[in-house]
């Protein structure tokens, strides 16, 4: 993203093929090239000690023998972690100032955490202008990888030299100038951003000064604009994100903050900030959980997703239970169903309902019969409904009572038998019943009876089962009302997802339980298998990345919780999330005039439900230093429209450019949303985001097909979190009108742009002679 300075937008340059952003994913990729090379080099030497191992067989004596051992299982497992962390591994770089010594770890990089105390200067030409030369760069990978001349060309995540790139913030940034997130999948380098813990300083990097690309562009912007007031404004943006990052982490912190404050970046700076104070403390893992998958993706590049013990784990929303996927949304309506509090209530109905479900064609089993002791024995329907209703009595997960309900069915036959009076010596009536219910549970028609009677239920087939209307219907009488029901029974007759689906089946494994499944063996690795390999290690061990891989898959709590954009989460949502976090102290992050649900109230309950009674350390960023001061005076009018009374971070930059309105003309929608989004493809560098309700999404692709991938269709609640250089808003009545919330989703649309804004009016928007539409009309 390219910066706005104090006079006006920077020029477009995007023709030029040497534009900064290019330039830099560029020069990252040379370096990933040259790593590459050297890790393919090192993968030779290991595999060439393998061969050379096995010639020493040929010696044949017991000492050659045991060297052979121990040599072949150094290079296996060298090879190994080579091999397991060759892909994506390669996500930061910091770039530093020289220190106050000279001296060197063991990976190759210097040891001083505070800079020299000649390395930042002042311009001749300006005293008031700070400079300073880069000394060093580092680049956060995996594993370290050290050049033949011993040159560290990537730093372990977990070594010393890499601290910094994880505790270092502008109030407290010790060497480092520019701080640099690489996005990258492969051998191939696909983004990079970067955050700048000096932003008035001019650094220069082998005689060039130093490039800085997204957020910390815009910093820099500020940081270097000329007057003390625009540098104050810095330092106050700097001082109250830090004191989120370093706050306590007793407790739960609350972080609000309008559009453009940096509440997403400030929260994952401080689960680094954690993990590198107290890495003990955390090794129960932090969970850190977006709203959608389009956030992910930022979110997975400031932070390693898997440490040495899989540390931190990144979802979204519809990604939080094993094995489900969200995929599609709901109808507003219906979401508004689905994410109250009252489904707690249904679910635990339709939970027990289907336990009388069978499979198609299956008759319903209404009495129980055995043989035991030589005697036939009955349960008809009545007897089993009580049994039945005796077992459900409580509150425990379905599926756990099977053996009580087991031991009910057999008391009721006991009893039945009329065993139970004819002896009165204690022992002698233990050991008869001992061998009664022996006999009856060895009948194949008991067991069959069982499994049909009181079957294991899933989550999955509940939540089908809920897809038949009149069924929903009367689980549902006195929770939903009728239209609610058609609505929710519908949209659960698909086979795909939502992510209030998703709440629901974690629900529902509550509600139900689920039997402990049996550990799978790990599969034995081909080089353990060498000749006397396997008499010094039978089973390979586990690399480090695999070892996280499965312990975040089998974690279902952790240390500590971050929430972002914590006020679109529903209630049954906020249960899902309550879960993993029940010990862990937590860091929520969000701002209510954003929200997209509609009974805020109800989902501040069932938040401090979730958050228990631990202490609130409550914090407010109050500076918007992404979107122009143009921009965010516009939005802020929808903002006194959805919550009256509420204050919008205040606006540190102008770029003197005001949003611009059009109105459909005869060319139709589709072709008036094409021109604007080509025409602000000439006026900018990056990203142009169009954002229309959620029904046009596929619409709106097919109007921008061809475009490229620099314009991105989105729907009015994908938005949020998102930003882009420039944003085309597509009828805000249509947005405003989705839900009871819609004033508030149009203000997150209205707040994406960090330059410029376009809104596309259509005849609902009654706009006004200059196209204004009539909700942004002062």
């Known amino acids: 993203m390219p910066c706005t300075s104090e006079g006006g937008p920077v020029a477009a340059q995007h023709a030029a093929l040497d534009s900064v952003r290019e330039h830099e994913i560029g020069v990252e990729q040379d370096h990933l090239d040259q790593v590459y090379r050297r890790l393919e080099e090192k993968i030779q030497d ?30 296996g497992v060298h090879l190994n972690r080579l091999n397991s962390e060759f892909e994506d591994f390669l996500f930061g770089r910091i770039d530093l100032l020289e220190g106050k010594d000279g001296e060197k770890g063991p990976d190759g990089a210097h040891t001083s955490v505070d800079p020299a105390d000649g390395a930042i200067g002042t311009d001749p030409a300006d005293p008031a202008r700070q400079v300073a030369d880069i000394a060093e760069t580092l680049h956060i990978g995996r594993i370290g990888v050290l050049d033949t001349d011993y040159t560290p060309l990537v730093i372990d995540w977990r070594a010393p030299a890499a601290a910094p790139f994880y505790r270092s913030t502008p109030v407290e940034p010790g060497r480092v100038v520019r701080r640099r997130v690489i996005r990258s999948k492969g051998r191939k ?74 509440k997403t970046a400030v929260a994952l700076h401080r689960a680094a900030y954690l993990l590198y104070q107290d890495r003990r403390r955390y090794s129960g893992g932090i969970l850190i959980i977006s709203p959608t998958p389009l956030l992910v993706s930022y979110t997975e590049g400031v932070l390693p997703s898997l440490g040495e013990e899989g540390q931190v784990a990144i979802r979204a929303l519809g990604s939080l239970v094993d094995g489900a996927e969200a995929t599609v949304y709901d109808t507003p309506a219906t979401a508004r169903a689905k994410g109250s509090s ?27 019969r055995v043989v035991a002791h030589g005697r036939r024995l009955e349960l008809d329907a009545d007897r089993l409904a009580r049994i039945r209703d005796a077992a459900l009595g409580g509150t425990a997960p379905v599926n756990l009572l099977r053996p009580r309900v087991r031991r009910l069915l057999l008391d009721a036959l006991w009893a039945q038998s009329g065993s139970a009076s004819r002896h009165t010596d204690p022992e002698l009536a233990a050991e008869l019943r001992s061998s009664f219910d022996e006999d009856v549970t ?18 999955r087939q509940v939540l089908a089962a809920m897809g038949d209307e009149r069924r929903l219907g009367r689980w549902a009488r006195r929770i939903l009302n009728p239209g609610e029901v058609r609505r929710v029974a519908r949209s659960l007759q698909r086979e795909a997802l939502s992510v209030h689906d998703v709440a629901l089946l974690d629900e529902l494994h509550t509600v139900l339980g689920a039997p402990a499944r049996p550990r799978q063996r790990r599969e034995v690795d081909p080089l353990d298998q060498l000749t006397g390999l396997e008499e010094l290690m039978p089973v ?52 209510p005039a954003q929200s997209s649900w509609s ?67 005869d060319r139709g929608q589709g072709r008036t949303v094409r021109a604007e989004a080509e025409r602000l493809l000439d006026l900018v560098d990056g990203t142009v985001g169009v954002v229309v309700a959620m029904n046009r999404r596929a619409e709106a692709a097919r109007w921008l097909a061809g475009l490229g991938d620099r314009v991105v269709a989105l729907g009015s609640l994908e938005a949020k979190g998102l930003e882009y250089d420039a944003t085309v808003v597509v009828s805000p009545a249509e947005i405003a009108d989705e839900s009871p919330a819609g004033l508030r989703v149009l203000y997150v649309a209205l707040t994406r742009a960090t330059q410029q804004l376009t809104v596309v009016s259509g005849p609902r928007d009654e706009p006004d002679a200059d196209g204004v539409p009539d909700l942004l009309r002062d």
């Open 442 to 459: 060895s009948e194949d028609s008991f067991t069959s009876f069982l499994d049909a009677w009181w079957p294991e239920l899933t989550p």
């Open 189 to 262: 380098v696909l983004g990079v951003e970067d955050d700048l813990m000096r932003p008035a300083l001019t650094a220069y990097l082998d005689g060039r000064e130093l490039p800085v690309i997204g957020d910390g562009a815009l910093m820099a912007a500020l940081g270097r604009a000329r007057g003390h007031t625009m540098r104050d404004i810095v330092a106050s943006i700097q001082a109250e994100q830090d004191l989120v990052i370093r706050a306590p982490a007793a407790s739960v912190t609350l972080v609000e903050g309008g559009p453009g404050t940096g």
């Open 540 to 591: 390979r061990e586990e690399s480090r990345r695999e070892r996280a891989e499965r312990l975040a898959a089998e974690r279902v709590e952790y240390a500590h919780v971050i929430v972002d954009e914590a006020q679109d989460l529903t209630p049954m949502q906020w249960r899902m999330v309550g879960r993993r976090g029940r010990h862990a102290t937590w860091t929520v992050v969000g701002d």
């Open 46 to 75: 290991a595999e060439f000690l393998m061969r050379d191992a096995a010639r020493l067989s040929q010696v044949g004596t017991p000492g050659a023998l045991a060297e052979r051992d121990a040599q072949v299982f150094r290079a």
């Open 599 to 665: 009974d805020v109230d109800e989902a501040t309950g069932a938040r401090d439900e979730a958050l228990g009674n631990r202490p609130r350390r409550r914090f407010t960023l109050t500076v918007n230093y992404r979107n122009p001061a143009e921009i965010a005076a516009l939005a802020a009018r929808v903002l006194a429209l959805a919550m009256p009374g509420a204050t919008s971070p205040s606006a540190v930059r102008s770029t003197g450019l005001e949003p611009r309105f059009a109105t459909v003309d």
């Open 342 to 368: 009252r489904m707690v209530k249904l679910l635990r109905k339709a939970a027990r309902g289907a336990l009388e479900l069978r499979p198609e064609g299956a008759p319903a089993p209404d009495r129980l």
